[in-house]
C-alpha cells in the first residue's frame, strides 16, 4: 500500500514569496494532520482534518499560514508570504480513524532565504 | 492541557546491549494512548509502539518493549539487543481517547537521540 505522500521533498525559495507543500493521504483515512518540527520547538501539530473539514487549527501560528483539503485524497499548507522563521520540516500524517495511529509522510524541508 | 518530557537529550548504547529511554506525561485524563516514534536520518517518523491507558500490560514489539507506569505517569521505552540500525532521534507522544478538538491530536516531547556503537 502507498502510504502518505508529500510533496516537495525539499523546496528553497525567497523570502516574500508563497510557499505550497502538498500532502495524499493513504486511502480510506478519515483523518490528516500537518505538523511543523523545527529544532527549538520541536514537532506542533498545526491543523488537523476530519472527513475534509477542519477540526483544530490552533496550532496554526498566523494568518500567513492556511490549509484545506478539498478531498478526501489531498491537502495544501501554503504561506503567504513566507519569512525565514517558517524555515522547517514540515509532516502530514494520516490516520483510519481517531484512535487509531497516525502514519507520516517523508516531510518536505523548507528553507526561507 | 498535556505534557510530555523526555529528560534525555542523547543517549548512546552498545550493539547488542540494552538501552531505556525515558518519558514522563502530564494529563488530568483517565483514558489515554501513548506511543514511541523513531526518527532516522532519512526523517521518515516510523511508529515503534503504542500503548492504552486502559491496558496493565505492558505492550512489546519484538526486541522494543514499554514500561508504563501509569500513576506515576511514566512510559519508558526499552531496546534490547540494540542494532546499528536503531540508531535514531525517538519521540515519545500521547493522545487523548476522549472526544472534542483534541482528539487524535498528539503531544510530542523533544525527543531523545539515541547513538549505537559498533
Known amino acids: 500500500d502507498a502510504g502518505v505522500i508529500q510533496s516537495p521533498r525539499h523546496e528553497v525559495t525567497e523570502m516574500g514569496q508563497e510557499v505550497t507543500l502538498r500532502c495524499k493521504p493513504i486511502?480510506?483515512?478519515?483523518?490528516l494532520f500537518w505538523y511543523r518540527q523545527t529544532m527549538m520547538r520541536g514537532l506542533e501539530l498545526l491543523i488537523y482534518f476530519n472527513n475534509n473539514v477542519p477540526i483544530d487549527d490552533s496550532g496554526m501560528p498566523e494568518d500567513r499560514f492556511s490549509a484545506k483539503m478539498p478531498n478526501a485524497s489531498f491537502s495544501t499548507l501554503k504561506i503567504q508570504p513566507s519569512e525565514p522563521r517558517d524555515s522547517a520540516v514540515y509532516f502530514c500524517a494520516s490516520s483510519l480513524r481517531a484512535d487509531q495511529p497516525q502514519h507520516f509522510g517523508d516531510g518536505t524541508r523548507l528553507s526561507i532565504l | 492541557a498535556q505534557t510530555v518530557t523526555q529528560s534525555q537529550p542523547e543517549m548512546s548504547v552498545q550493539e547488542a546491549e540494552t538501552v531505556t529511554l525515558s518519558c514522563t506525561y502530564d494529563t488530568s485524563e483517565s483514558d489515554y494512548y501513548l506511543f514511541w516514534y523513531k526518527q532516522p536520518p532519512s526523517r521518515q517518523m516510523i511508529l515503534v509502539i503504542r500503548q492504552e491507558a486502559y491496558k496493565q500490560q505492558n505492550a512489546t514489539e519484538n526486541r522494543f518493549s514499554v514500561n508504563f507506569q501509569k500513576a506515576a505517569k511514566s512510559f519508558s521505552l526499552k531496546i534490547s539487543d540494540s542494532q546499528l540500525g536503531d540508531a535514531a532521534m525517538y519521540f515519545c507522544?500521547?493522545?487523548?481517547?476522549?472526544?472534542?478538538?483534541?482528539?487524535?491530536?498528539?503531544?510530542f516531547g523533544q525527543g531523545t537521540i539515541l547513538t549505537v556503537h559498533p
Open positions: 486511502s480510506g483515512h478519515d483523518y
Open positions: 507522544a500521547y493522545r487523548s481517547a476522549f472526544g472534542g478538538t483534541s482528539y487524535g491530536k498528539l503531544t
